[in-house]
T-cell receptor
């Protein structure tokens, strides 16, 4: 069936560097995408979202890019900090009424001091 | 800011027992979602409620049921528990069809 997946399960970067986490989705009808950060033992924390009528959205130190042509989503984190170490999930809304999120596999980001 | 509240935070049950998980959404959020996350897995959507009515259904076993009450809190009832039900159970809430905010989760262990 339709699914959302991530290219890399782990990513390790030096503190202060920029990081990019990628995600591929297969449902071309999806209209809403979200990135969540999950620290160990905690619930997913909303980072940033983007609707399908946009190709870029910026937040504080984070940018989400959406390429509908190749059905690709990415999360860029600038000037990474130790607190950015976590698992990052992209999620795709598959619902018609309320949201029904389908999560990708997750990428573990480790920030090295 | 107020967040989603889940109780209990940890629960240990024996096989074939029942469990009830509770979720209190963020104030003024009318939509509640339940997810199950196994070890090393991504969260899997179980079920959602909007204005106390079931809105959508995912991979929720027939042994599980849920409802949303008049005060918008929700309960997930799990019967005939199996070892494979051991997981983190997250509740999320949103104002309508908008961004979901997740609670801290309930860790269920079935022995």
């Amino acid at each position: 069936g339709e699914s959302v997946g991530l290219h890399l399960p782990t990513l390790s970067v030096q503190e202060g560097d920029n990081s990019i986490i990628n995600c591929a989705y297969s449902n071309s009808a999806s209209d809403y995408f979200i990135w969540y950060k999950q620290e160990s033992g905690k619930g997913p924390q909303f980072i940033i979202d983007i609707r399908s009528n946009m190709d870029k959205r910026q937040g504080q130190r984070v940018t989400v890019l959406l390429n509908k042509t190749v059905k690709h989503l990415s999360l860029q984190i600038a000037a990474t900090q130790p607190g950015d170490s976590a698992v990052y999930f992209c999620a795709e809304n598959m619902g018609q009424g309320a949201q029904k999120l389908v999560f990708g596999q997750g990428t573990r980001l480790t920030i090295n001091p | 800011a107020a967040g989603v509240i889940q109780s209990p935070r940890h629960l240990i049950k024996e096989k074939r027992e029942t469990a009830t998980l509770k979720c209190y959404p963020i104030p003024r959020h009318d939509t509640v979602y339940w997810y199950q996350q196994g070890p090393g897995q991504d969260p899997q959507f179980l079920i959602s409620f909007y204005e106390k009515m079931q809105s959508d259904k995912g991979s929720i076993p027939d042994r599980f049921s849920a409802q949303q009450f008049s005060d918008y809190h929700s309960e997930l009832n799990m019967s005939s528990l199996e070892l494979g039900d051991s997981a983190l159970y997250f509740c999320a809430s949103s104002p309508g069809r908008n961004t979901q905010y997740f609670g801290p989760g309930t860790r269920l262990t079935v022995l």
